[in-house]
């Protein structure tokens, strides 16, 4: 779903979350570590105040 992220009463939406590697096709090294990146689309509006905007997102690992 989307984020909304904040800075004081100004909110920009996260949308469409993508991951590399995709789920499933991970596997983890001899070390047990895997790297996952995420990437999404900010969407900002046309006269958004500028300003350091926070928010949260979940990331869940299932391992077999």
């Known amino acids: 779903g989307d ?4 800075s004081g009463t ?6 469409t979350y993508v991951s590399s ?6 596997t ?9 990146l995420v990437g999404a ?8 105040a500028t300003g ?3 928010g ?3 990331v869940s690992v299932n391992y077999h």
């Open 41 to 48: 689309t900010l969407e900002v509006g046309t006269n958004q």
């Open 52 to 54: 350091a905007y926070t």
């Open 28 to 36: 983890l090294s001899g070390g047990g570590l895997a790297t996952i």
């Open 21 to 26: 590697p995709t789920a499933g096709s991970q």
């Open 10 to 15: 100004d909110t920009m939406t996260v949308s």
């Open 3 to 6: 984020t909304t992220v904040t």
């Open 56 to 58: 949260s997102y979940t």
